[in-house]
């Protein structure tokens, strides 16, 4: 697990160490960076070792004929078996990582090698035949790839800020893109803020000659088979056994291995089945004590760790936290690469922090069940469709109206005049809507120069869809291609990979999503049961009361924070002059949506974060010549 960065085309000699310093954090235990073709191309890299800790396993990496040269960021958890058959092919090796089976695994298959990974990853190889760069990232996207095509050639990364110290980059915003951060809150692949900055999207790869890309393929798309006919204990045993499979597979390592949880069924489950393997004594698991959530009436997870724990026998640090919000959101901002308006990540960044601090090199996280096998509140709305959406579009015009007058201060009348805010909508119009935080007219109302002709990849996604696939199927699809990968699995390791920890996500595994794609609806959102059929698999390995206890996200009081602490900063950041200055939104606005949220007239406190990390972010990425994170707001 690594970070990893290069380019193509005519570049000052230098830019690659510096590029190579800027994702320093990634791989702290080894950093090296090499010129190639008369310094028209360079590839650096920097280790976290957590396979093969011996230098022969430092990237760039070369085979044995000095051929092909590669620079590697992720995990393969099948390399043994890869191995053993290149070696019966005549491969030879002077490593014993996964490095070196991936770079002949290449060799002997091209781009088809990419059909026979299981792992987590995204990789440069270098030809010296025929002087070309093949790029790809996993098949779920687990691993971040940014890339950009300046005139100076192509230009690649595993994190913004890496790929922005080449100031040939153009700094022009992608309005469209802000759109999405303001709508979503995380904005999909392949935008960025930027124009001029690409996300390469899960399941692609590049082939790329004399600094341009030459092409760009999909080679993996996720499974849109029909649900197959089984009875419950069928599902639930191959649910299992699969899960149980991929949580044995991501155990590998030379390293100490750790794990997230929270108590809840996800973490809970891969804790369970890990500590099996490990042996429970040998699995340190980190759960967060959020000071100030019973306060603010939320759910709190650490009872239900510490039960699960005592359950297991497995250690549990808990990582008590305060978080100074108005100091770490920029630092936040800064880590995250992107103006994702969430502070979950503070979970995993505490977590990952201390983990790192105790000799832990890899965490494991329950991220993903939700989107393979429903869990979140819109899939059981979306159930819920089946006592209205047959209404005349008339009828449900009145209901989206009349649910727009609820006082939004009150939690469940703002839930309700949610699920209605759309509901006039035709059904794969209505369903990119339940990841909407703004809805796009009031989106395009804060701009200072309104969008225009603004397309959805959400919308087109859907409707690029068979008929056949129930309302359910489409929106897992998007759960896990979009919110999964853009959201969840960015945040995750952005700041995981800042202190310098690699988190493995065994329910996002290839055959797990082969198989929660095959399991029936009905035995998924069982009535207010989301991930049913998982919780069916669990009885008698974890306590019912785990299996079935109210789900929960991060307690952190977002509202109250935007309307409170961090009130100056909002003022600040957000201030006439600031908005003004950057040129993007219409200030009257954006000071109309701010008051209406603090006298409760609305819920917007979301809204009010994303514009505060845009403005956050533009000042990191944007205004210094190259990112700086910032001392003071």
Not at 92 to 113: P, R, T, Y
Not at 364 to 387: F, I, P, Q, V
Not at 580 to 594: M, Q, S, T
Request: hydrophobic share 40%; charged share 20%.
């Amino acid at each position: 697990m690594c970070g990893i960065a290069g380019y193509q085309g005519n570049k000052p000699n230098n830019l690659i160490v510096a590029m190579a310093d800027a994702i320093g954090h990634r791989g702290p235990d080894n950093q090296s960076t090499i010129l190639l073709d008369n310094c028209r191309t360079s590839l650096a890299h920097a280790r976290l070792s957590i396979i093969d800790l011996s230098e022969l396993s430092n990237q760039p990496l070369w085979d044995v004929a000095h051929t092909y040269c590669i620079v590697f960021n992720g995990e393969i958890y099948n390399y043994l078996e890869l191995r053993d058959h290149l070696i019966s092919k005549g491969y030879s090796f002077s490593s014993s990582g996964d490095a070196e089976v991936l770079l002949n695994l290449f060799i002997d298959q091209g781009k088809k090698a990419l059909n026979h990974i299981n792992g987590i990853f995204s990789f440069a190889i270098w030809c010296d035949e025929d002087k070309s760069l093949f790029i790809a990232r996993d098949q779920l996207g687990v691993k971040p790839l940014y890339y950009a095509i300046p005139e100076t050639g192509f230009i690649f990364s595993s994190e913004l800020k890496s790929l922005l110290h080449d100031t040939s980059i153009s700094r022009e915003l992608d309005r469209t893109a802000i759109s999405h951060y303001l709508r979503y809150l995380w904005c999909p692949s392949p935008m960025t803020p930027l124009k001029s900055v690409r996300k390469l999207e899960p399941g692609h790869f590049l082939e790329v000659l004399n600094g341009k890309i030459i092409r760009k393929e999909q080679y993996y798309t996720l499974p849109q088979h029909e649900s197959i006919q089984c009875s419950l204990n069928q599902c639930k045993s191959v649910l299992l056994d699969t899960l149980t499979q991929s949580v044995e597979r991501q155990l590998i390592a030379d390293v100490k291995v750790g794990a997230f949880l929270s108590g809840g069924l996800d973490s809970s489950s891969i804790v369970a089945i890990a500590a099996k393997r490990l042996g429970a004594k040998n699995l340190p698991c980190y759960t967060i004590e959020f000071d100030g959530a019973a306060e603010e009436g939320m759910q709190e997870d650490l009872p239900y760790a510490k039960r699960v724990a005592q359950h297991i026998g497995v250690p549990l640090e808990i990582v008590k936290v305060s978080p100074d919000i108005v100091n770490d959101l920029p630092k936040l901002i800064y880590q995250l690469d992107e103006p994702q308006a969430d502070v979950a990540p503070l979970n995993a960044w505490y977590i990952s922090k201390l983990a790192s601090e105790q000799g832990v090199k890899v965490l494991l996280s329950g991220a993903g069940g939700d989107d393979l096998l429903t869990g979140y509140r819109r899939h059981y709305a979306l159930l819920n469709e089946k006592y209205w959406s047959w209404m005349p579009k008339s009828v449900r015009a009145g209901m989206k109206y009349g649910s727009g007058l609820l006082p939004k201060q009150i939690h469940l009348l703002r839930r309700i005049a949610k699920a209605f805010e759309y509901c006039d909508l035709d059904m794969n119009k209505r369903l990119p809507t339940y990841f909407h935080w703004l809805n796009s007219s009031k989106v395009n109302d804060l701009f200072k120069v309104p969008l225009v002709n603004i397309t959805d990849p959400l919308i087109e996604h859907v409707d690029a869809l068979p008929d056949s696939m129930s309302a359910l199927q489409k929106m897992l699809q998007l759960d896990t291609k979009y919110f999964l990968v853009d959201h969840n699995l960015n945040y995750t390791d952005k700041v995981s990979m800042a202190e310098g920890i690699e988190v493995r996500v065994p329910l996002v595994d290839m055959a797990m999503v082969d198989v929660a794609a095959s399991i029936p609806d009905m035995y998924k959102q069982h009535g207010r049961h989301g991930k049913w059929i998982f919780k069916k698999a669990m009885e008698g390995l974890l306590p019912n009361d785990i299996i079935y206890r109210p789900k929960t996200g991060f307690g952190a009081p977002v509202r109250p924070w935007i309307r409170n602490d961090l009130q100056p900063m909002v003022d600040t950041i957000l201030s006439e002059a600031s908005i003004k200055e950057r040129g993007l939104f219409d200030h009257a606005k954006v000071r109309e949506l701010i008051e209406s949220d603090r006298v409760g007239c609305i819920d917007a406190a979301y809204t009010v974060l994303s514009l505060m990390s845009i403005e956050l972010w533009c000042r990191q990425f944007v205004d210094p010549a190259v990112p700086t994170p910032m001392t003071q707001w």
